[in-house]
């Protein structure tokens, strides 16, 4: 599904510059549960930003099931996005004025799905999460682990093929973490490929290969038994 | 998407309410401003545009030359109108129009004052006064019919029918109904409630075929299909062929759509008039909306890092830049909208105020689709203003930054923000130094010198029987003890009817064409005015009989006659002699801030309209006045007494004037007023973001006046900024508007100093609030906070 081969990012300013990516390479397959692991400051969250299309890499090659998108301009991107790919954050990044249903709602929006269909996909999405009771409530109403249960609700609305998940549980207690990771293997299981970021060697086990990352580089891969 | 946009559009305006008042508020009156400003210039841009031959309508004006200098103006020769149609094959039919005079009107008991126009048979098939009954092809041909408004016969007939009523005007005149008329519109220059034919003036013996007498004016109709610039050219050296005591100079033909918006001419050629205030309303209304959308922009930038986590998650969840755009835009219609419905409240309350300032009578046609639809139109268009920077700053966010925490937001030293500060506080100081200037030139005007003393100076017209009766009412007045002094004059003190080139005396250049003003009074003239005697002495009929044929000259006269002895010269006016008995200083006879004319005031041999009396100082007023009216109600009973004070005549002159200082005040007080909300808004906005900043310098020992000041700085910079480059262009600005004063003031240094002062202490005032409050928080909350 995804084959990263060279990838390079360098951020720069006026005094310093910034090697996040050094020629990484790296490929996932379609249905894979990927964990990526390492010190702060290693490339992961550069690298996440590139696999969700948010970012461009400046060099090296980014195939999505087997496209070349290194290069894409920003709406190439953002129609690639939607499409295929959900976002799951650490902070959860609902939005603050929306609902829990208007938050699911959104990127079916922006996918141009008719309301009376999109009703349906939601409350069914709501219905999966274990979150319909709580569907008129705004995100400040929630506990943490009911936010990041909306926040997958969202992420995997418009049945993407890839799920990126940026340190999920980072700011979850024990249970409400587990119950996050749980939904995403679930997920996996059933069909979605999972990339997540984290500092967590616990729900690192969740995952079928945790690549480790060092100064832009991956520096070791385990596969999972 | 729509819906979702205005959805948390609304959510954001609950959610942030003191700023969502700021920016309502602040368009609001903004808006109410433009729409002000947009209602009278509408009215302005529609005179005389109803009439259906508007296309064909030209009013005939004159070209001369003055000792070297170009004039134009629209007083013709009544004879013009005849000889335009006989002589230019272009006109179909011409019109003339006398200016309105009041007639006292009787039928049966009921007896009123009539505004009456004496108009040419054809005038109703040339203007477009749409006839209720009668007949309009006759209405004007009988010398003993008169055309009365709708309104006016209601006031004589109620709902009788007046055609063929017979009505009594100024107790001498009977007159037969012939037609009824709508009454003209407000925004139409002919204002009358009745029309009386040509004939009847004829018929009087008012009619004249002399070219030296400029006294009414003269419309043309064009042919279909004519034109005027082939009409034009045969009218330029016009009087060359009819005119044998004036020869020189012509005519020209002015079309409707630019009478009142240009109609001022210099050196022959059309320059401003109208137009110019309708372009500086236009720009000042621009500039008011601006401002109050730079408010919204400032406000919506400086609270961008609440809005850049929905952009990052709406750009990661699959939002467009565009998508983001329209959003953006949909929550500043949203907002105009609201400010929209707030505007019309406003300038609902606010429209009697208006119209009573500006002697208007706009209105809004809640009626009419096109009104509203304009509306709409407005509202987008504010929407789009407000919120085109907005959107375009805030869709452009990077989720990648916003998301992970490391957006920042820029705080380089020139940010659009300030920017748009200093160009809000620019314009409202611009408009303050104006005002100023404006108020200073009025002071200066009202503090000179006028010549005469208005102290307790009246005038009242010779109507009626007032004129044969003249004699009798000075000596009532007189011994009464009601009065101290009485003159018979030509026009009120205060107003210049006559002028003419043709003064001849000794030594006169025969190319010298001198304009004087002419006056005239019959006795005691200097004292009843109050005026300074240079030389001679005053009219003195009594004492020098031959004094009705004697002149007064002021000083700019005898300067222009080249007298050095002026006093028993002979001049030459209306093939008379009058013989210079005196000489008096200059007084303003018409603008206060032009200079004055040389002016001549001849003496009883000439014609009258009006009585001057200095009521006597030892009684009161009231009683003076309650005293006198019983004499002028004993010799001239069915007039009413209707008196006016020379002070307030004098007052009058600087009505224009003052309207333009209170208009620039109001604007200058609303520039302000939205500029302030905006600065508010930014400063509750710097302290609540500073919040911790503030704690910890006051944890390492800051005093709240420290605080207070850092905060109030930064903004007062800003203002300073906008006062080094205001002042400057207000200069300029004001410098040009005194020079269409030959009397003016001078732009003193004060009037910045002022102004800087004025506008810093407001600015230092509006955000010093906010600064003391963040200042005297207690630093625990803020840095628990973290």
Not at chain 2, 123 to 132: A, E, Y
Not at chain 2, 253 to 280: A, H, N
Not at chain 2, 553 to 569: C, H, R, T, W, Y
Not at chain 2, 716 to 743: C, D, E, H, R, T
């Amino acid at each position: 599904m995804i084959k990263i081969s060279n990838l390079e990012k360098i951020y720069r300013t006026e005094e310093v510059e910034t090697v996040a990516l050094n020629k990484l390479s790296l490929e996932v397959k379609e249905g894979e549960f990927v964990a990526i692991m390492g010190p702060s400051g290693c490339g992961k969250s550069t690298l996440l930003n590139i696999l969700g299309l948010l970012d461009d890499p400046d060099a090296g090659s980014f195939l999505f099931n087997g496209i070349e998108v290194a290069g894409f301009n920003e709406r190439k991107r953002a129609d690639l996005r939607k499409h295929n790919i959900g976002f799951v954050f650490q902070s959860f990044n609902l939005i603050d004025e929306l609902t829990v249903y208007e938050n699911v709602e959104l990127p079916l929006i922006y996918t141009g799905v008719k309301p009376a269909e999109r009703k349906k996909i939601v409350e069914d999405v709501l219905d999966k999460m274990v979150i319909m009771h709580r569907r008129n409530h705004y995100p400040q109403q929630l506990s943490g682990g009911q936010q990041q249960r909306v926040a997958v609700a969202r992420a995997v609305v418009n049945n993407p093929k890839l799920i990126l998940a940026d340190e999920p549980t980072g700011n979850l207690d024990s249970s409400n973490g587990n119950e996050v990771m749980q939904l995403l293997t679930d997920l996996n299981e059933q069909g979605t490929t999972i990339i997540m970021v984290t500092h967590s060697e616990h729900d690192a086990r969740y995952s079928h290969r945790i690549v480790r990352m060092l100064d832009g580089q991956t520096v070791m891969e385990n596969i999972m038994v | 998407m729509l819906f979702n946009y205005f959805k948390i559009a609304f959510r954001n305006l609950l959610k942030y309410k003191g700023f969502s008042a700021i920016n309502i508020l602040g368009l609001a009156v903004g808006m109410a401003s433009a729409i002000l400003i947009f209602l009278w210039i509408s009215h302005e841009i529609s005179y005389d545009r109803f009439h259906e031959k508007k296309d064909r309508i030209f009013e005939a004006w004159n070209k001369g030359s003055f000792n070297g200098k170009v004039s134009c103006w629209n007083t013709t020769p009544k004879i013009l109108a005849s000889a335009l149609q006989s002589d230019i094959p272009e006109i179909e039919t011409t019109t003339r129009v006398n200016w309105a005079d009041n007639y006292l009107t009787r039928f049966g008991d009921k007896t009123i004052m009539m505004k009456a126009s004496m108009v040419d048979s054809t005038f109703l098939q040339v203007f477009s006064f749409p006839v209720l009954k009668g007949d309009i092809q006759n209405a004007l041909m009988n010398p003993s019919g008169v055309v009365l408004t709708a309104s006016t016969a209601a006031k004589l007939f109620g709902t009788d029918n007046p055609i063929g009523q017979t009505l009594e005007l100024n107790e001498k005149f009977q007159l037969i109904v012939t037609a009824v008329v709508q009454d003209p519109p407000n925004n139409s220059r002919f204002q009358f409630e009745c029309l009386l034919p040509w004939a009847f003036l004829r018929a009087q013996g008012w009619d004249d075929d002399y070219w030296g007498n400029n006294s009414t004016r003269t419309y043309a109709l064009l042919k279909p299909g004519s034109k005027v610039e082939s009409a034009n050219a045969k009218l330029e050296n016009f009087r060359k062929k009819y005119d044998r005591d004036d020869p020189t100079g012509g005519f020209f033909l002015y079309p409707i759509e630019r009478w009142r918006l240009y109609s001022s001419f210099t050196e022959g050629v059309e320059e401003g008039g109208m137009i110019e205030y309708i372009r500086i309303f236009t720009i000042v209304g621009a500039i008011i909306l601006l401002i109050a959308c730079i408010n919204f922009m400032n406000l919506s930038t400086a609270k961008s890092e609440q809005r850049a986590k929905e952009v990052g998650i709406r750009k990661v969840i699959g939002a467009m830049r565009h998508n983001l755009m329209g959003q953006f835009l949909g929550e500043s219609i949203l907002i105009a909208f609201l400010a929209g419905i707030l505007s019309l409240l406003l300038v609902q309350v606010t429209l009697p105020a208006f119209n009573t300032f500006t002697g208007k009578l706009v209105e809004i046609d809640y009626t009419n689709p096109l009104a509203w639809a304009l509306w709409a139109g407005f509202i987008l268009l504010t929407g789009l203003i407000a919120g085109s920077y907005p959107a375009f700053f805030l869709s452009g966010f990077q989720p990648t930054k916003v998301l992970k925490g490391t957006f920042k937001k820029t705080q380089s030293a020139i940010n659009p923000r300030k920017v748009l500060v200093v160009l809000q506080f620019t314009f409202a100081i611009i408009l303050i130094i104006s005002t100023l200037v404006i108020k200073k030139q009025i002071n200066y005007a009202q503090n000179r010198n006028n010549g005469y003393n208005k102290d307790q100076l009246l005038y009242y017209f010779l109507t009626g029987t007032a004129e044969k009766n003249y004699d009798l009412i000075k000596n009532e007045l007189l011994s009464s003890g009601i009065a101290t002094s009485v003159t018979k004059t030509s026009a009120p003190l205060t107003e210049g009817w006559s002028n003419t080139w043709g003064i001849g005396w000794k030594g006169k250049q025969p190319d010298d064409r001198t304009l004087f003003d002419r006056f005239c009074a019959d006795q005691q003239f200097v004292k009843t005015a109050g005026l300074e005697l240079v030389k001679g002495r005053d009219f003195d009929l009594a004492a020098h009989p031959a004094d009705s044929a004697a002149v007064l000259l002021n000083e700019s006269a005898v300067k222009a006659m080249g007298f050095s002895d002026p006093i028993g010269q002979v001049i030459q006016d209306n093939g008379q002699d009058w013989t210079v008995i005196g000489v008096i200083k200059d007084f303003i006879l018409h603008s206060p801030f032009a200079k004055t004319q040389p002016m001549v005031i001849e003496g009883a041999h000439g014609w009258f309209n009006v009585i001057h009396f200095r009521l006597n100082p030892t009684n009161s007023v009231s009683t003076n006045l309650k005293n006198a009216e019983t004499i002028f109600k004993k010799f001239n009973p069915s007039y009413p007494f209707d008196y006016t004070f020379v002070d307030q005549a004098y007052a009058s002159k600087f009505e224009e004037e003052k309207k333009m200082g209170s208009l620039a005040a109001l604007f200058a007080g609303l520039t302000i007023f939205i500029s302030c909300m905006g600065l508010f808004g930014l400063a509750t906005y710097m302290a609540a973001t500073r919040f911790k900043e503030i704690g910890i310098r006051k944890v390492l020992g800051a005093s709240v006046a420290s605080i207070t000041s850092l905060l109030s700085k930064d903004f007062l910079k800003l203002v300073l900024i906008s006062f080094i480059v205001a002042s400057p262009i207000a200069w300029i600005l004001m410098n040009q508007w005194l020079k269409g004063y030959a009397y003016k003031t001078s732009i003193d240094v004060w009037v910045f100093v002022a102004t800087g002062f004025l506008s810093l202490t407001i600015a230092l005032l509006t955000t010093s609030i906010q600064a003391i409050k963040a200042a005297v928080s207690n630093p625990v909350k803020s840095l628990k906070s973290e």
